[in-house]
């Protein structure tokens, strides 16, 4: 991983934060981003503690302004850096599970553009430099949807992101040496299980680095 520059949404904690640090362990510069400020100077630490270096990009994709600091990514990463080698959107906001009828319009909105519009726009500003970088890998998650009474708000992302990747994979099949990953993962103990399934037994699950090494064995150099 030595010269590869990769950038990983949801890095504050979790699996995003575990990507970060094995990446960087095999000598990745990650560029990670999440909203709080303190779990991304965690990230750090941990990846300063197997000797690197990170870039930090705080940012809220529910926030109003959100939309014109996406699109601000890629141009910013590639006037920096001028490649990216791999991304990592980890970022999910946790979403109550709701009846279809009683999902209030806050949390809809909310759901729709930090778990669907995001890596949308995210998409939107990286493929240009993912796809000029050779060998560029690009890894999305199925999220945990259930298809059971109160997952809508969860299955309708699933679905969503899911049949938009596919899109995506296909139009740039032919034009780029880019591989675009949507993977089911491991379930993993973390804040966004533990929210979803309190009553689980953590014991069985993995840990969050353990989930990142099965990820990032899918790169394809
Ligand atoms: N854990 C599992 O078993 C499992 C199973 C299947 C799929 N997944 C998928 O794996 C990915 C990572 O989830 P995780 O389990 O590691 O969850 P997690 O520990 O709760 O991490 C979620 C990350 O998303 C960030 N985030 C949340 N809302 C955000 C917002 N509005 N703007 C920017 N960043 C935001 C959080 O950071 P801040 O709060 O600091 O912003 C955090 O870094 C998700 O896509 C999830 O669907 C997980």
Request: proline share 6%; aromatic share 8%.
């Amino acid at each position: 991983m030595q010269n590869k520059i990769a950038f990983i949404t949801g890095a504050s904690r979790g699996i995003g934060q575990a990507c970060a640090v094995a990446l960087a362990q095999a000598g990745a510069h990650c560029i990670i981003s999440a909203r709080t400020q303190m779990g991304l100077m965690q990230t750090d630490d941990l990846i300063q503690s197997v000797g690197e270096k990170a870039t930090l990009l705080p940012l809220d994709l529910g926030s109003q302004d959100a939309c014109k600091q996406i699109d601000l990514i890629g141009p910013s990463i590639a006037a920096q850096f001028k490649r990216l080698d791999i991304f990592i959107h980890a970022a999910f906001q946790y979403v109550p599970l709701t009846p279809v009828t009683q999902i209030t319009d806050v949390a809809w909105d909310k759901n729709i553009q930090v778990n669907l519009s995001s890596p949308w726009r995210l998409i939107r500003t990286l493929s240009p430099l993912l796809s000029a970088t050779k060998n560029a890998n690009a890894f999305f998650f199925q999220p945990m949807a259930s298809y059971l009474p109160f997952w809508s708000p969860v299955t309708a992302i699933h679905a969503a992101l899911g049949a938009m990747i596919q899109s995506w994979q296909q139009e740039i099949a032919q034009l780029s040496s880019l591989q675009i990953h949507y993977l089911p993962l491991s379930p993993t103990n973390t804040l966004l299980r533990q929210s979803f399934f309190p009553a689980e037994n953590k014991q069985t699950l993995n840990t969050p680095a353990q989930t990142a090494k099965e990820i990032i064995a899918h790169i394809i150099h």
